[in-house]
């Protein structure tokens, strides 16, 4: 058998289809496995750097809380003021700037931390008036006890942004004074030291990026991106240079192994716990892999992929070419197949001729053992009667002589008793003759009747029983019947008894062997609306391997007697075609065999008439 063309091209292109699918598979396995190592780092880094920046972070309202706190126990004089400020002002190491702002906006005090990291007062005349600036707008609607935490900008001074950048965050909150009245505390916290601890972070391959709301870089690998809205050089952040990043976090927060201008990204927002416009910007912590790592990762992936879908490719033609060898093979097969089909039909339709042959044989058998029981039952009987004739002869021949010398009256009538004795006898013979050639004629009807009918199961297999009484007699066995009168059944009274025949014939021939009392126990009964027909031996038993294949035709322990296996084969397929039935049986090796006939009730073979779906009777 040859593949036709369009059946190659098909299966070509499903290789090809499974190389394109192969090569996905394994390119996206392979890429993944190989990224993996990244994101997990890439992690960790925003877990170390997030972790730097809540701290910090939160420590800006402790600490000015405390800085406050302690300018109100020491309750200074005017003039005592800066002196306290300062002594605070070194207690904390990343102050940049300490304030004190009148409710009029003006600087009363301000202490800046010096480049060689001292204090620094400025002096009276160099104080400013901050009304304008937002973080002190927003300080003065603050309620008493509040905390304004300014966003991180660049330090700025005069108007001008100072040089070096210094980032700065402040944190505001209303203070009261006996020397100064109510005022504002402002202290400006430097970053540097924190933002320059989180850019460390950053290793050869995986680069860390802080941004401060949307428009802002704070940390970033390219020094040109950081602070550009605060130099006013063009706002450049998280929104502008990575939009597709940004929805990811505003989504979920949250965003790992996002890829981007082909470079892995893992972000996590941090928010901030302030709402108001210029107040603390929500942070994003960003890490990328260097411009090359994920070329290089994609190109690995690719080369595996490219050799299983190669190999896959191989492997498709292969089997092309195995498949169309295994049809050339299978069609060589088919050939001899079908060959031996039409022998093994032809065996098959021989061997079905023979079974019915062979089944013709069965029911001509077990009728042929029916008249050789009716025979030697008769025979009692007949010879019986015989007899009894013979006498009445010899009894008329004295009668005839004592007639010729002279008969008595006691002699007549000694005939006459004698006769009416002899006659009785004759009677009772010849009427036990004329229910056995009954009973025969019955059963043999039957078989020969093909139409259903409802008959008297205790009759028939009484019929039976004297049918079969010589064999019985014959092997030293005892039938014993409970057969309740009451018991009809609708269905081929000729096919049950010959079922019913089958079993007890098969426990004559198979379940004693020179066994003492051996003993058959036939019994009838109702179960629902069918009828059980049981058989019962006290025999050897069936040898447990056996048991399951008893009903498989051919099956049988006495070949070399030429036995055929096909009685309960018969039988079975008899009871389940003539009366929808089934034959169980149950045995134990020396206790003895049950075989349980289910014959189905009247009311399902009624439907069956009403609908005219008669079973076929298998002795048509």
């Excluded at 406050?68 to 200074?76: A, F, T």
């Excluded at 003039?79 to 904390?92: G, T």
């Excluded at 070949?559 to 079975?572: F, I, K, N, P």
């Excluded at 389940?576 to 039935?581: K, L, P, T, V």
């Amino acid at each position: 058998m040859f593949i036709p063309a369009r059946w190659r091209y098909l299966w070509l292109f499903f290789v090809v289809l499974v190389c394109a699918l192969v090569f996905r598979l394994a390119f996206v396995d392979r890429f993944n496995e190989l990224k993996q190592p990244y994101e997990i780092r890439q992690g960790a880094l925003i877990d170390q750097a997030a972790l730097l920046i809540n701290t910090r972070l939160s420590l800006v309202e402790t600490q000015i809380r405390l800085f406050r706190h302690e300018l109100e126990l020491l309750n200074p004089t005017q003039a005592e003021l800066e002196p306290a400020m300062i002594s605070m002002f070194k207690l904390y190491s990343d102050t940049l700037q300490v304030r004190w702002i009148d409710e009029q906006g003006f600087e009363q005090v301000r202490l800046n931390k010096t480049a060689d990291n001292n204090v620094g007062v400025v002096l009276t005349d160099e104080l400013q008036n901050k009304r304008n600036r937002y973080y002190v707008e927003a300080g003065l609607a603050l309620a008493d006890d509040e905390v304004f935490i300014s966003q991180i900008d660049l330090n700025v001074e005069q108007g001008k942004v100072e040089w070096p950048f210094q980032p700065t965050l402040r944190g505001v909150i209303k203070a009261s004074l006996a020397s100064m009245g109510d005022g504002l505390l402002v202290i400006n916290f430097d970053l540097r030291s924190l933002l320059n601890e989180v850019a460390a972070l950053s290793e050869t391959n995986i680069q860390l990026l802080v941004a401060a709301g949307e428009d802002r870089w704070i940390v970033h690998p390219d020094e040109n991106q950081l602070w550009r809205s605060d130099l006013k050089l063009g706002a450049t952040g998280i929104e502008t240079d990575l939009p597709k990043l940004a929805r990811l976090i505003e989504d979920d927060g949250l965003a790992q192994g996002a890829e981007d201008n082909n470079q892995l990204y893992t972000a996590q927002l941090i928010a901030s716990p302030y709402q108001s416009e210029s107040s603390l910007q929500d942070i994003v912590v960003i890490t990328q892999t260097a411009p090359l790592v994920l070329s290089s990762l994609k190109n690995q992936a690719l080369l595996r992929a490219a050799l299983l879908a190669i190999a896959t490719g191989i492997a498709g033609v292969i089997l092309l070419t195995l498949y169309s060898r295994h049809l050339r093979e299978v069609n060589e097969l088919s050939v001899k197949l079908e060959h031996e089909r039409d022998n093994l039909k032809t065996t098959l339709e021989r061997q079905s001729s023979l079974i019915n042959e062979l089944a013709e044989t069965k029911k001509l058998s077990s009728l042929s053992i029916m008249v050789a029981g009716l025979a030697h039952e008769l025979n009692t009987p007949v010879g019986a009667t015989q007899l009894a004739l013979s006498s009445q002869a010899s009894l008329l021949d004295n009668l005839i002589e004592n007639k010729n010398t002279g008969l008595t009256k006691s002699a007549f009538d000694n005939y006459l008793e004698q006769s009416g004795k002899t006659l009785q006898q004759a009677q009772r013979n010849n009427q036990r003759a004329i229910e056995l050639i009954q009973s025969f004629k019955r059963l043999t009807f039957e078989r020969a009747n093909n139409e259903l009918n409802t008959f008297n199961v205790a009759q028939h297999l009484d019929d039976l029983c004297k049918s079969m009484h010589g064999m019985l007699h014959k092997h030293n066995i005892r039938l014993e019947n409970k057969l309740p009168n009451h018991i009809t059944l609708t269905g081929y009274a000729g096919a049950f008894s010959q079922i019913v025949q089958i079993i007890i014939s098969n426990a004559i021939d198979h379940a004693f062997e020179n066994m003492a009392g051996a003993c058959l126990e036939l019994s009838c009964e109702y179960r629902g609306r069918d009828v059980v027909v049981t058989i019962r031996d006290n025999g050897k038993g069936i040898k447990a391997d056996e048991l399951p294949h008893i009903f498989e035709p051919f099956v049988t322990s006495k070949r070399q007697q030429e036995h055929t296996g096909l009685g309960l084969h018969m039988a079975r397929v008899w009871i389940e075609q003539a009366f929808s039935g089934d034959i169980k049986v149950e045995s134990s090796p020396g206790v003895g065999t049950t075989f349980e006939l289910t014959f189905r009730s009247a009311r399902k073979l009624a439907e069956q008439i009403a609908k005219n779906k008669i079973p076929e009777n298998p002795f048509t």
